[in-house]
């Protein structure tokens, strides 16, 4: 069940979607983005991650989002070093359970 006060968000509606995307692409192309939920307590979105059965959460605040593009490419390395960090990160892999 969705909760109403962390929306499922499409990818329509996430400030720099494809930037997120490429850069998720350029570290490992097997790895989809199954779900993003924008938690609106704290102004961050929650991409979902999934590789063979593995899932990581990578938490990116909107402001960073927001900035890519206005702010150029330091925007985009802290982008992408957020992204690269937690990815490469063997702790933020969980199984997921059949």
Not at 31 to 51: N, T
Not at 54 to 78: F, W, Y
Request: charge should be negative.
């Amino acid at each position: 069940m969705e909760d109403p006060l962390d929306p499922l968000m499409s990818e329509d509606k996430v400030p720099a979607y494809n930037v997120v995307e490429e850069i998720i692409r350029e570290i490992d192309h097997t790895i989809i983005i199954y779900r993003i939920y924008y938690l609106l307590g704290i102004f961050v979105y929650k991409f979902q991650l999934i590789k063979k059965d593995k899932m990581c959460v990578v938490e990116i605040p909107r402001a960073l989002l927001e900035s890519q593009g206005n702010d150029g490419t330091r925007a985009e390395q802290e982008l992408s070093k957020l992204i690269i960090t937690r990815i490469e990160d063997e702790e933020s892999w969980y199984e997921l359970r059949t």
